[in-house]
């Protein structure tokens, strides 16, 4: 076990955070899925819907906005390595039933560490630029569910959350 007596691979055994050496392991192919979501009153889900919100197209701002995110999340997040994605997706769909709008991230490359915090920072940094667009119209929105969905390649193998059913 790399990380000591924790068990958590970014604390060393002296209990010391630390950035992990990913030096010796192989490049494999690495994708993660994120989501989560914005809350909101329907009339605002309306405004997104319609257009017609004060700053704009919040959806395509939301989504370009997460994408540039998981590109940055090594500037974010301080052990987290820089890494040469080869994709990254953010899909925003309507949800009536929240009534809000459902934020997914997926982040893909081939190398020698996940990307499971760049989809995560994908979705987080979209779910802010909702909120961001549409605050003068509903202050009282409410960002939730930000999770990992699956991960795929290296060591640890897969992962799919267990209320994930796609």
């Given at each position: 076990m790399s990380g000591g007596k924790s068990g958590l691979t970014h604390i060393d055994p002296?209990?010391?955070a630390h950035m992990v050496d990913v030096?010796?392991?192989s490049d494999t192919v690495r994708v993660a899925t994120a989501e989560g979501h914005v809350k909101m009153a329907p009339e605002t889900l309306s405004l997104i819907r319609e257009g017609n919100a004060k700053k704009g197209d919040v959806i395509g701002t939301a989504r370009l906005a997460g994408i540039m995110a998981a590109k940055q999340t090594s500037n974010l997040i301080p052990l987290?390595?820089?890494?040469?994605?080869?994709?990254?997706?953010?899909?925003?769909?309507?949800?009536?039933?929240l009534p809000g709008l459902r934020i997914t991230a997926t982040a893909k490359?081939?190398?020698?560490?996940?990307?499971?915090?760049?989809?995560?920072?994908?979705?987080?940094?979209?779910?802010?630029?909702?909120y961001d667009m549409a605050k003068a119209a509903d202050k009282a929105m409410e960002i939730g569910g930000i999770r990992l969905l699956a991960k795929s390649g290296g060591k640890s193998g897969d992962f799919?959350?267990?209320?994930h059913s796609r």
């Open positions: 002296s209990g010391t030096g010796d392991k987290c390595h820089p890494l040469m994605l080869t994709k990254v997706s953010v899909d925003i769909t309507e949800d009536p039933a490359l081939t190398g020698k560490t996940g990307v499971e915090m760049e989809a995560l920072t994908a979705v987080s940094v979209a779910c802010l630029t909702v799919r959350h267990p209320e």
